[in-house]
């Protein structure tokens, strides 16, 4: 039994990605820009074969001590955890006016100093929380439902993609978008920023994802205060340093920050976090057509990003082998 919840955690999370990054390649291709859609291609390429990898390493060889498994007591807490989360997160977003990135950071931080032991359920919840309230969810029982649904596929992925940022989010996103479908919210469409927009966007997704790195591996807080922290300092000073866009900037920020929380196991150093923060604002960019308000969709790019990355580095280790 625990076998296959294992198997039905691993497909969402699978799922979502690939779907998601697919959006994004569609969008280049519309837009005539064939050697970025080269570039698009193999990320996902990277992606396929580091998931294929996750799943031989992760769950088929771990199959006898997943069937012998069981579910407890700390499953369920995991799982209240990320719908509190939830519906915290939104309420501090939508009915005290505070944004969605800022009520998400100010979870991520409170919920490591006040419940350390359930910070990580939490602030998946608080990705589920950041949806857009005026658009598609509009009363708290379509929240609650996408926090359900997060919840379950929390608990059933708890054995997948150990030490990869934005996983946490990825499950959000699942959460939202299996709301969206079953209750018939549409999502929203947002237009590919331009050039003017879209450098500043590379320049503080990359800053996002090292700075979070850096506290997470570097200094020795968690990761989820870590990107809590960024999240929070992004949300608050960005929109008041650029008033056009900032908004934008600051949803960038977060987004990247998911990236920098993945382990050292994952992600060696900053200079290979840089570029996952290249890859997400990339993904970010040309995917903004495609399944905007549903909470979870930056983490999802970050998740897809850094498991691409480290995919396109066990290829090249590989290939080195080979030729030495």
């Not at 209750?183 to 331009?194: A, E, N, T, W």
Request: charged share 10%; aromatic share 12%.
């Amino acid at each position: 039994m625990a076998f296959t919840i294992g198997i039905l955690g691993f497909a969402v999370l699978v799922l979502m990605t690939v779907v998601l990054f697919a959006s994004g390649l569609y969008t280049i291709l519309n837009l005539g820009f064939i050697p970025l859609a080269i570039v698009k291609a193999l990320i996902i390429a990277a992606l396929l074969y580091e998931k294929r990898t996750e799943w031989i390493t992760s769950i088929a060889d771990s199959r006898k001590e997943l069937m012998e498994g069981s579910y407890n007591y700390e499953d369920f807490w995991n799982g209240f955890s990320v719908f509190a989360g939830t519906l915290v997160t939104f309420l501090l977003s939508v009915d005290f006016g505070l944004g969605a990135v800022v009520a998400a950071g100010l979870v991520g931080v409170a919920s490591t100093v006040i419940f350390p032991k359930y910070d990580v359920p939490l602030y998946c919840g608080s990705f589920v929380g950041m949806a857009c309230g005026q658009h598609v969810y509009v009363t708290y029982f379509h929240i609650v439902v996408a926090g359900l649904l997060a919840a379950l596929v929390f608990v059933a992925s708890r054995d997948s993609f150990d030490g990869f940022g934005g996983k946490l989010g990825t499950i959000a996103f699942a959460g939202c978008v299996g709301a969206a479908l079953l209750l018939g919210r549409q999502l929203i469409s947002d237009p590919v920023p331009g050039w003017e927009v879209s450098k500043y966007l590379i320049i503080y997704s990359i800053l996002g994802a090292v700075l979070t790195f850096m506290l997470n591996e570097r200094l020795g807080h968690s990761a989820v205060i870590s990107s809590g922290l960024v999240g929070l300092t992004g949300g608050l000073l960005l929109p008041v340093m650029y008033p056009g866009f900032g908004g934008a900037l600051a949803v960038m920020v977060i987004c990247a920050s998911f990236a920098g929380m993945s382990s050292m196991g994952r992600i060696p150093n900053e200079g290979v976090m840089a570029l996952a923060g290249i890859f997400c604002a990339l993904v970010f960019i040309y995917t903004s057509p495609y399944l905007g308000g549903a909470g979870g969709k930056l983490g999802t790019i970050a998740f897809g990003s850094v498991i691409s990355l480290h995919g396109m580095m066990r290829v090249h280790k590989k290939l080195t082998a080979m030729l030495s």
